[in-house]
């Protein structure tokens, strides 16, 4: 079965940047979508930002600008960078993939909670003033 490994969350503070890691192992998806998560406490989880195994990417509006999705296929590696951090983007973080590509690039703009067969355990990020 598919495992995915969240690490890199942290503290920081305001305007300051961290990057996400997500460790994949246990599948071969020829063709995948892959995405970022994230659930503050008292609200819904919400998409931050996927990319396809074209390499194509999408993000959430409240992210675009800020941060970048990024996977490295040698390492099995999904990453997100994220930049200009702000209070707002304090969260625990998911990632999560699933073995086809159709629909993928809408997942951030989509108001249904998205299907994804996998995910990891979450890695909490703390952005404070």
């Known amino acids: 079965a598919a495992q995915l490994v969240e690490s890199g969350g942290g503290s920081v503070q305001t305007g300051g940047s961290l990057t996400l890691s997500c460790r994949a192992s246990g599948y071969d998806f020829r063709r995948y979508c892959m995405g970022w998560f994230r659930q503050a406490p008292g609200k819904e989880r919400e998409a931050v930002a996927v990319i396809d195994s074209d390499g194509k990417t999408n993000y959430a509006h409240s992210v675009q600008g800020r941060f970048a999705i990024s996977a490295d296929n040698a390492k099995n590696t999904l990453y997100l960078q994220m930049n200009n951090l702000k209070s707002e983007d304090t969260a625990m973080y998911y990632c999560?993939?699933?073995?086809?590509?159709?629909?993928?690039?809408?997942?951030?703009?989509?108001?249904?909670?998205?299907?994804?067969?996998?995910w990891g355990q979450g890695t909490q990020v703390t952005v404070s003033s």
């Open positions: 999560a993939t699933r073995n086809y590509v159709a629909g993928c690039l809408v997942v951030p703009d989509s108001p249904t909670p998205p299907l994804f067969g996998y």
